[in-house]
């Protein structure tokens, strides 16, 4: 007796809602949700592929407890007891900051990874907070912060109604997007060019995107802000600025003038790569168009100037007046967002409130970078204040193939007092551990996209409940961090339902206080007695969808959002397109945007040091396939093989200069060491670049990844050690970076 279950899809920032066919408790085939409000259908590769993903064998079935040096199954209580007992002494005995702690990827694909870690964190009181953003997207966090006042504030191009799209760095028709939401990516690109808009692409690859764009720019890699600080400068030289409806809530343009006068097509030509005539007709363009949106992500993030270059990303929007109008870019509302207070003045983005102890890395967003998290473990304690980090969470992330020098982080994770990791598969990082705590495969698990609906370019809002109910010794993830929370904190044994109980009384006691808040005023007793859902996690997304700017604000509102309403429309609700919202999102303390932040405005000169730089050599940039994803799914047969595979992209002159055949292994060499790859000779790159794809190197020893090791592949992030940072952001530079090519067994 098959049925079918709607699931949101979890693997990457497009979120299509599934249609999971279920045959006892195994999902047999995923189709797309032709009635998803969203996403009408659409599926990928990865998608499809939902059921073999879900039931792969080498998913950890109970969790893992290290006793004599050796991992071995083990009770849920014995796990959180060992847990308590690893973590607790190391507080006691060291202080807060020496627990470290690693969020990865997936929980921003997860319920739990939205609704339990800063409650961890808070608890805990550590400033070792390393993620994922510092090999991602910390640079655009930090821009919209100085820009903006929130770094949570991300403008996203409206897909679909601009007339001409410019993406920088960015390869939708294999990563289905980034910091922009938008399931069916290449369809929305294909009816941009169908309307009449025009596609232009910057990219050191001739990527599947670049090959669909009207233009398409191979810059040299890292010289993004090069580039569009040329292009504000041909805007204001040409007297093609216009703010538009955005002047009144804008500050700084003059000084912005003067900032990017020295950056003429002429001058960053030669390091871009770019001739100035191509700069000029890129700004021309960008101002004739009736609406533009620039759009940069991971190759304008990942690289020495990404905060500049994401800075000057809504620059260009801004002095196009492009910023909040439809068919530009405009912030999303999400229905789980805070309820909008009034505009005005707010308390602005401060960075470097502390340091990291070893290099001295200034915070950004309350983080630390993920590139210095080894030698935050391995460095003894010396000159500097501080102890380094002693015991360490990880919760879905493997850093050991993420980030950069994957060796010196395996070394360094051996020598913890202890390591819990919250992982599904016993992977390069999770082997570490002393402790690993399984999550549920997807199918068991609960969808509702707290993250990825504030970068969507449609309102909307869908949950899906688990599709099939969890497996006998099993633990939701939500109950797995809530345990896990109290057991480090010394709460241990304690309840996880009060963890839920404890941030629903601390958020409607802050609501009712709140004069702006629907519920002002009202007993927080009364209105807790009101929330619905099944568990806690579901009581939590209940409060706040009703708190939110769709919300029925506890009765306030009859008509508004609950989670009740939501259930009753199992395809999701659509909350139309995105809207000008400005100035409510501002939280500068001018209350304007302001253009050129201070901390901006110092980097400059570092800018314009690269004008006069040209690497004499080869230059790595990275690449992702379609149908894999980061470091995790490599193990799953249906999405391996075919071109989704390690080798090393490099163009037929550089192959022919260096004696390098296509199929034939090259050693490549960068600060942090070599690795050897198979090349691939192709005119898809740039000539002086090359390119491998990052997430590869499973074969270490101690892993069970069974079909991941037959093709282990090499890990790229081996090439660095960790010291390239984009200084503002302490993202690390996985782009643009300087190697040696030797052919193996060649001249
Ligand atoms: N050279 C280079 N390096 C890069 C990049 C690049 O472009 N080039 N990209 C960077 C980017 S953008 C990112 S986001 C990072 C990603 O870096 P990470 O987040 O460290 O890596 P992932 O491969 O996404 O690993 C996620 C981990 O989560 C586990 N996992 C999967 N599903 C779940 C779940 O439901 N719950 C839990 N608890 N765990 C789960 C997986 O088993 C895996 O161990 O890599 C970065 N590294
Ligand atoms: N299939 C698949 N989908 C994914 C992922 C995956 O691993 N696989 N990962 C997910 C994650 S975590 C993220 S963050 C997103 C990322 O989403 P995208 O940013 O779209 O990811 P990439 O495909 O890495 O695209 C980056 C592009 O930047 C180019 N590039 C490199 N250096 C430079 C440079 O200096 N300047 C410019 N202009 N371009 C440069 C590269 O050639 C590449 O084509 O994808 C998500 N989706
Ligand atoms: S595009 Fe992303 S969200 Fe949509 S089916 Fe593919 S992996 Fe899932
Ligand atoms: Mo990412």
């Known amino acids: 007796m098959s049925r079918t279950a709607l699931r949101i899809c979890p693997l990457c920032e497009a979120t299509c809602g599934l249609a999971l066919t279920i045959d006892g408790t195994a999902v047999t085939a995923a189709r797309g949700d032709r009635d998803d409000v969203f996403s009408r259908g659409f599926i990928c590769p990865k998608g499809a592929s939902f059921g073999a993903v879900d039931s792969d064998p080498d998913r950890l079935r109970t969790p893992l407890v290290r006793r004599d040096g050796e991992l071995?199954?083990?009770?849920?209580?014995?796990?959180?007891?060992?847990?308590?007992?690893?973590?607790?002494?190391?507080?006691?005995?060291?202080?807060?900051?020496?627990?470290?702690?690693?969020?990865?990827?997936?929980?921003?694909?997860?319920?739990?990874?939205?609704?339990?870690?800063?409650?961890?964190?808070?608890?805990?009181?550590?400033?070792?907070?390393?993620?994922?953003?510092?090999?991602?997207?910390?640079?655009?966090?930090?821009?919209?912060?100085?820009?903006?006042?929130?770094?949570?504030?991300?403008?996203?191009?409206?897909?679909?109604?601009?007339?001409?799209?410019?993406?920088?760095?960015?390869?939708?028709?294999?990563?289905?997007?980034?910091?922009?939401?938008?399931?069916?990516?290449?369809?929305?690109?294909?009816?941009?060019?169908?309307?009449?808009?025009?596609?232009?692409?910057?990219?050191?690859?001739?990527?599947?995107?670049?090959?669909?764009?009207?233009?398409?720019?191979?810059?040299?890699?890292?010289?993004?802000?090069?580039?569009?600080?040329?292009?504000?400068?041909?805007?204001?030289?040409?007297?093609?600025?216009?703010?538009?409806?955005?002047?009144?809530?804008?500050?700084?343009?003059?000084?912005?003038?003067?900032?990017?006068?020295?950056?003429?097509?002429?001058?960053?030509?030669?390091?871009?790569?770019?001739?100035?005539?191509?700069?000029?007709?890129?700004?021309?363009?960008?101002?004739?168009?009736?609406?533009?949106?620039?759009?940069?992500?991971?190759?304008?993030?990942?690289?020495?100037?990404?905060?500049?270059?994401?800075?000057?990303?809504?620059?260009?929007?801004i002095l196009t007046g492009n910023l909040d109008r439809p068919g530009g870019a405009l912030f999303p509302q999400a229905a789980t967002d805070r309820t909008p207070r009034p505009a005005g003045p707010g308390h602005g983005f401060a960075l470097g409130r502390w340091r990291s102890r070893v290099g001295g890395h200034p915070e950004a967003k309350g983080e630390l970078p993920l590139s210095a998290l080894a030698e935050e473990i391995d460095t003894p304690t010396g000159a500097e204040a501080g102890e380094p980090v002693r015991a360490l969470i990880t919760v879905a992330a493997n850093p050991v193939l993420s980030a950069p020098d994957g060796d010196r982080l395996d070394k360094a994770l051996d020598s913890l007092d202890f390591m819990v990791s919250v992982d599904p598969y016993l992977n390069e990082t999770s082997r570490h551990a002393h402790v690993v705590l399984p999550p549920p495969p997807p199918a068991q698990s609960p969808h509702h996209d707290f993250a990825f609906n504030t970068l969507a370019v449609r309102n909307q809002v869908r949950y899906t409940r688990p599709a099939v109910p969890l497996e006998p010794g099993r633990m939701a993830e939500t109950e797995i961090l809530a345990r896990l929370t109290l057991a480090a904190t010394g709460m241990h044994g304690a309840d996880p339902a009060a963890v839920d109980a404890m941030v629903i009384e601390q958020t409607l006691g802050k609501a009712v206080r709140d004069p702006h808040s629907p519920v002002h005023g009202r007993d927080p007793g009364e209105l807790t007695a009101q929330l619905t859902g099944e568990n806690g996690p579901e009581r939590r997304l209940d409060l706040m969808l009703r708190l939110g700017p769709y919300g029925d604000g506890f009765g306030t509102r009859p008509d508004g959002l609950t989670l009740q309403r939501l259930l009753a429309h199992p395809h999701g609700i659509d909350l139309g397109p995105l809207r000008p919202r400005l100035p409510q999102p501002l939280k500068t303390r001018s209350g304007r945007v302001e253009l050129l932040p201070g901390p901006i405005a110092d980097d400059l000169p570092r800018l314009r040091q690269a004008l006069a730089e040209r690497p004499d050599g080869l230059v790595l940039v990275g690449r992702r396939h379609l149908r894999s994803n980061n470091s995790w799914m490599h193990n799953v047969p249906a999405l391996t093989g075919g071109s989704n595979r390690c080798t090393l992209h490099l163009h037929p002159e550089d192959a022919e200069r260096l004696g390098v055949r296509g199929g034939e292994p090259v050693r490549v060499k960068g600060a942090g060491g070599e690795v050897t790859a198979p090349a691939e000779v192709t005119d898809t790159v740039r000539p002086g670049v090359v390119s491998l794809p990052h997430g590869w190197g499973h074969d270490r020893p101690g892993t069970r990844l069974t079909h991941a090791a037959t093709e282990p592949g090499v890990n790229v992030n081996q090439l660095l050690d960790g010291s390239m940072l984009d200084p503002l952001s302490g993202n690390a530079v996985l782009n643009g970076v300087p190697v040696e090519l030797t052919p193996v067994g060649g001249r």
């Open 72 to 317: 071995r199954e083990a009770t849920w209580e014995e796990a959180f007891d060992a847990v308590a007992a690893g973590v607790r002494p190391v507080v006691e005995r060291y202080g807060p900051h020496s627990v470290g702690v690693v969020l990865g990827n997936p929980n921003v694909h997860t319920v739990a990874g939205a609704l339990y870690p800063n409650v961890l964190l808070g608890a805990l009181g550590t400033r070792s907070l390393f993620t994922a953003s510092t090999v991602d997207q910390m640079p655009k966090h930090v821009s919209s912060g100085l820009l903006f006042g929130d770094a949570n504030a991300i403008p996203v191009p409206d897909l679909d109604r601009t007339d001409h799209l410019l993406l920088i760095g960015a390869n939708p028709l294999e990563s289905n997007g980034s910091l922009c939401t938008a399931p069916d990516f290449p369809g929305r690109l294909k009816a941009l060019k169908a309307r009449g808009g025009t596609l232009t692409v910057i990219d050191p690859r001739r990527t599947r995107t670049a090959k669909l764009a009207d233009r398409h720019v191979a810059i040299r890699p890292g010289t993004d802000a090069l580039l569009l600080a040329a292009m504000a400068h041909v805007l204001f030289e040409e007297d093609l600025v216009d703010l538009g409806a955005l002047a009144p809530h804008v500050e700084g343009a003059e000084e912005l003038a003067d900032a990017v006068r020295d950056f003429t097509p002429e001058s960053v030509a030669a390091a871009c790569d770019v001739d100035a005539g191509v700069t000029r007709a890129l700004a021309r363009e960008l101002a004739g168009a009736p609406t533009a949106a620039v759009y940069g992500r991971i190759g304008s993030c990942t690289v020495p100037h990404g905060t500049l270059a994401s800075w000057l990303v809504d620059v260009l929007n």
